[in-house]
Nanobody
Framework: VQLVESGGGLVQPGGSLRLSCAAS???????????MSWYRQAPGKARELVAG????????NYAASVKGRFTISRDNAKNTVYLQMNSLKPEDTAVYYC??????????WGQGTQVTVSS
């Protein structure tokens, strides 16, 4: 499974960004079989879960620090998961990673995309 994140960049406090994570795999790859998550890692800090979404999209969960500001969604027809980030704060600055988890709990990670919130 290959995951490619995009959409990161520099944004002012209070601004918005939408991250995308495009998934692909070998013949027979079925995106809808994977639960997807976004994590982030700030300099000098541990990687932390930001948001997760079930394989069907019917269930989501969020870290307390982003609830009400971030929205995770997925489009199984496009093999893509999104993270809409609104009301961004300087403390949201981090490298954001996409993770896929299959039904056997194997995990796959993307290479990350940098998000910097600064005036």
């Amino acid at each position: 499974v290959q995951l490619v994140e995009s959409g990161g960049g520099l944004v002012q406090p209070g601004g918005s960004l939408r991250l995308s994570c495009a998934a692909s795999g070998a013949s027979g790859f079925t995106f809808s079989r994977y639960a997807m998550s976004w994590y982030r890692q700030a300099p000098g800090k541990a990687r932390e879960l930001v948001a997760g979404i079930s394989s069907t999209g019917g269930s989501t969960n969020y870290a307390a620090s982003v609830k009400g500001r971030f929205t995770i969604s997925r489009d199984n027809a496009k093999n893509t998961v999104y993270l809409q980030m609104n009301s961004l704060k300087p403390e949201d600055t981090a490298v954001y990673y996409c993770k896929a988890r299959d039904r056997d709990n194997y995990e796959y990670w993307g290479q990350g995309t940098q998000v910097t919130v600064s005036s």
